[in-house]
């Protein structure tokens, strides 16, 4: 028996700092999973490139905040690695070889670049690199031969991809029937784990504002404006949640109140531990029995208890942006090793390895 833990690798683009709905995402499953597994985060800047290649600076901050938002969350550097993705070469190697065993209209048919291509307005302008990223990112997750991805929902379409690519390369290079079930790849000689995606608790969490046209919620998001960020303080805190969108039928305390897309409620039961408390509040806000600031008041409470371990934590590095740095170097190299070897197995296998 192997003693070794599985592998699980996540990460995240960086365009901004992280918020709740990154924690409920992906961020909280990563921090729980730090013992069980062993853990390997990175931060996608080669991804950030596909739509912001004139904002150089821009990125570079963006890498910063993500790993002081990771630690400040509890990512440890202790028991996890954590590494810049443009760092890592090899990522970038096998992304060329993986390029091949995609087809055109395979990568086309990718939802979430659909998605994206319409929810950014991108139209016919995007650059070539855009329809690339996600066979980078089967590449970052295949560099580590991860058996498990923690993603949010929007991400699943790139796993599949990446179970394609790995279950096309154990067959082509590796000799693996491809008849093979999935969790058998490794054991009848494949080199890459078809791995497995863990979603978040909450797959989708709503913004704090009102509801887009088609009349519902939009997704919490930094360009939408809607966002609470894991670095918000006790006062931005309060002021969003004040802001909140609630019932916009909804006068005064004693008007009964719809909870079903109403983000005040969707906010409790997915942040406050105290059920029974929110099940109580939302019967009585129905019958129109307890008032919007009450239950507002409540959530900032619950929301500042989240936050508030993650500002301590934040504080420390705030104050030595050296330390992130020199986290994310020598995570950078230990990626680069493990990476290394991997590359070194694929070419391997690609008979490749000339020298
Ligand atoms: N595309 C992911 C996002 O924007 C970030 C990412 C890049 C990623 N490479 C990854 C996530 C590998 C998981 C595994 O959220």
């Keep these: 028996m192997s003693t ?44 950030a490139f ?4 004139d904002r150089p600076d821009e990125i570079r901050q963006s890498v910063l905040d993500i790993a002081t938002d990771w630690l400040a969350a509890g990512i440890d550097p202790k028991r ?3 590494f810049i993705q443009s760092e890592v070469p090899v990522i970038a190697e096998l992304t060329f070889f993986f390029s091949m065993l995609l087809s055109y209209p395979r990568v086309m048919r990718n939802p979430t670049i659909k998605d994206e291509i319409r929810d950014k307005g991108l139209g016919e302008n995007y650059p070539f690199g855009f329809l690339l990223y996600p066979i980078g990112q089967v590449a970052d997750i295949l560099a580590f031969r991860a058996d498990i991805v923690p993603v949010g929902e929007d991400q699943i379409p790139h796993l599949e991809m990446t179970r394609e690519v790995a279950r096309r390369f154990n067959q082509l ?17 494949g080199l890459f784990p078809v791995v497995d995606v863990l979603l978040g608790r909450t797959r989708r969490l709503a913004g704090i504002g009102a509801p887009g046209p088609d009349g519902n919620l939009l997704k919490m998001s930094k360009s939408l404006n809607n966002a609470i960020f894991l670095s918000d303080d006790a006062d931005a805190i309060a002021k969003k949640v004040k802001a909140m969108y609630t019932d916009p039928k909804r006068l005064k305390a004693t008007d009964p109140g719809t909870v079903e897309n109403n983000p005040l409620w969707i906010f409790h039961e997915t942040f406050n531990p105290d059920k029974a408390w929110v099940a109580e509040a939302e019967a009585k806000y129905r019958e129109g029995g307890i008032g919007d600031m009450e239950c507002k008041k409540r959530l900032v409470e619950v929301l500042v208890a989240l936050i508030e371990p993650i500002q301590q934590r934040r504080l420390v590095f705030e104050k030595d942006p050296g330390q992130v740095l020199e986290v994310l170097r020598e995570g950078t190299a230990k990626a680069n090793t493990v990476a290394g070897e991997t590359l070194r197995l694929a070419k391997k296998a690609m008979r490749q390895d000339y020298f």
């Design 4 to 47: 070794q833990k599985p592998r699980l690798l996540s990460g995240d683009t960086p365009t901004g700092r992280l918020h709740l709905g990154h924690w409920v995402g992906s961020v909280e499953n990563r921090v729980a999973l730090q013992d069980a597994y062993d853990c390997y985060f990175l931060i996608a800047n080669t991804h």
């Design 50 to 53: 596909t739509t912001r290649m």
């Design 80 to 82: 996890s690695t954590l």
């Design 173 to 189: 290079y590796c000799g693996v029937d491809s008849h093979t079930e999935d969790k058998d790849y490794l054991t009848q000689g």
